[in-house]
């Protein structure tokens, strides 16, 4: 083993190490507060918050209902019952919980977000659009409303409005983060717009779970499944923009039910198995010769799944789950950060264990056996929970791993774009056209 190679492995056993012993102490914390919250039964908020961050969402729910029937102009409680809703895939009853809660006087800029929102995702219409440019340009508009309008507008190709809805949220900390990818996805839409590429409208929602696009005479298709927000760190026209210039058919898929299409897709079937016989039949309508997956987050862990399944050539992951498969050595709950970091996992890991349970395993036992997936390319930084997964897989042949100097986050895609490799995919797209004609 060469000595770099060797030092490079044991920096990141290190590093497995102590996040590993950091999330046991945490999570021992946070099971001796749930207890003594639960013992004095004094602090429903407090008690509630610590349940989410446990996974029990039941309570957490039930603590929040009571909340919401004791202080009903409070617009916190159902915001959180939203948003509890809205992970476990019950997008109507999200919507229904907050505008009963605007309705009865609970009012805030985030609830009012929330209602614009869910309206805008839940349904699709002529004049969602106009709702969006008329939220970037009401001065009254809340920032957060401002910065999901643009992301809708962008991903409708309204470059102008979108650009006015970014300025909003622009030099505001809490925002810095949807404004980094926003405006990298808006340069990215610039330059198709400047070279005369047509820009699909890539909103997916419960109203839209799935977006194919046909490239007349090609034979590589690319199947992108989505995050829980429909984008895939970038909205989905920038990401088609950038695959663009490599000539391919795209299907982008999108599961309004949370499960990361794990139980399968409204347009092409469910359970799962009908989802892959739905996806195979259009690949060979299409007459796909040659086939990669591409996801980022929880996604590519189906990504990989249906890579397998469906005999791809190539997977382009970006900050993968590889493993739905709770061991003592490789913690679940790590993959989105400590429970006051992000504490949603723990719900949506409760979720996919009582929805789809026999998909929870340990992918990496499977493409150490792989006769097909011949080229996989898996990017990442220095997040700690990405490290996990990454450590889960490496030592399975045949994947190239691409750590992004420097970078301590989870949005890989964004920052790769943000530095200026708008060819990271169409280079990936010819590496694996490469080895299949080999």
């Not at 996989?376 to 030592?395: K, Q, R, S």
């Amino acid at each position: 083993m060469r000595r770099d190679e060797l030092v490079h492995r044991t920096k990141r056993s290190l590093a497995g190490i102590v996040g590993l012993v950091r999330y046991q102490r945490c999570a021992m914390t946070v099971r001796r507060q749930l207890a003594a919250a639960t013992a004095q039964s004094g602090d429903l908020a407090q008690r509630a918050t610590l349940a989410w961050s446990n996974g029990d969402t039941a309570a957490a729910e039930r603590d929040w209902r009571a909340l919401a029937a004791a202080q009903p102009l409070v617009a916190d409680w159902p915001i959180k019952l939203a948003f509890a809703a809205e992970v476990q895939g019950d997008n109507l009853a999200a919507e229904r919980i907050v505008e009963e809660a605007w309705g009865r006087g609970a009012r805030s800029p985030d609830m009012a977000e929330r209602i614009a929102f869910f309206h805008r995702t839940n349904r699709l219409s002529n004049t969602t659009i106009d709702d969006a440019i008329a939220i970037v340009r009401d001065p009254d508009a809340s920032p957060a409303a401002a910065g999901r309008a643009a992301g809708y507008l962008l991903s409708e190709g309204r470059l102008e409005p979108a650009r006015e809805g970014l300025a909003r949220i622009a030099g505001i900390q809490r925002y810095a983060g949807m404004l980094r990818s926003l405006a990298v996805a808006l340069d990215i839409l610039q330059e198709a717009q400047a070279q005369g590429r047509t820009i699909i409208s890539g909103s997916l929602s419960p109203a839209r779970d799935a977006i194919e696009v046909r490239e007349p005479g090609a034979d590589t298709t690319v199947i992108v499944f989505t995050t829980l927000r429909g984008d895939c760190g970038v909205p989905v026209s920038a990401l088609h923009a950038l695959l663009q210039p490599a000539k391919v058919n795209a299907i982008y898929l999108f599961d309004e039910r949370k499960q990361f299409n794990l139980d399968g897709s409204t347009t092409f079937g469910r359970p799962y198995g009908a989802m892959i016989e739905g996806l195979r039949a259009k690949l060979d309508a299409w007459g796909t010769r040659t086939l990669i997956v591409l996801s980022f987050s929880a996604g590519a862990f189906t990504a990989m799944r249906a890579g397998l399944d469906l005999k791809a050539q190539g997977a382009l992951l970006f900050s993968p789950i590889v493993t739905l498969h709770r061991w003592p050595e490789h913690p679940f709950e790590l993959a989105f950060g400590r429970p006051d970091d992000d504490s949603r996992m723990m719900a949506m890991e409760t979720y996919l264990r009582r929805t789809v349970p026999q998909m929870m395993t340990h992918l990496p036992d499977e493409l150490r056996d792989r006769d097909c997936l011949k080229t996989i390319e898996m990017h990442y930084g220095y997040y700690l929970p990405d490290l996990a997964h990454i450590n889960e897989v490496w030592t399975v042949p045949g994947i190239d791993f691409r750590q992004l100097e420097g970078f301590p986050g989870h949005e890989c895609l964004s920052e790769i774009l943000r530095r200026g490799d708008k060819e990271v995919l169409t280079r990936f797209i010819a590496r694996v056209r490469a080895a299949s004609s080999a």
